[in-house]
C-alpha cells in the first residue's frame, strides 16, 4: 500500500481521532486505510492505491485539532 504523510500532528492525537478525520474528510471507508503510524510531528499512513490522491487533495491544508495539516502521497 502506498503512503500517505501527515504532519505537523498535534500531540494530543490518537490513531483513531486520526482515521476518523480521514475517513470524514476523505470520504472513504475506513477499511481502505492500513497501519496508522505516528512519530514525532508526523505521521505515515497505509492507503489504498485508488484513493490516495483523493486523500491528499481532501486533507492537504484540512484542521486537525485546531492545527492545519499538510498531506502528501509517496
Not at 498535534?10 to 470524514?24: E, F, Y
Amino acid at each position: 500500500m502506498p503512503l500517505l504523510h501527515l504532519e505537523p500532528i498535534p500531540r494530543d492525537v490518537a490513531r483513531a481521532d486520526m482515521l476518523r478525520w480521514m475517513c470524514l474528510l476523505g470520504g472513504i471507508d475506513g477499511k481502505l486505510i492500513g497501519r496508522i503510524e505516528i512519530a514525532g510531528r508526523g505521521a505515515a499512513v497505509e492507503v489504498a492505491a485508488t484513493h490516495l490522491a483523493r486523500l491528499v487533495h481532501a486533507l492537504d491544508g484540512a484542521e486537525l485539532h485546531g492545527r492545519r495539516v499538510r498531506a502528501w502521497g509517496e
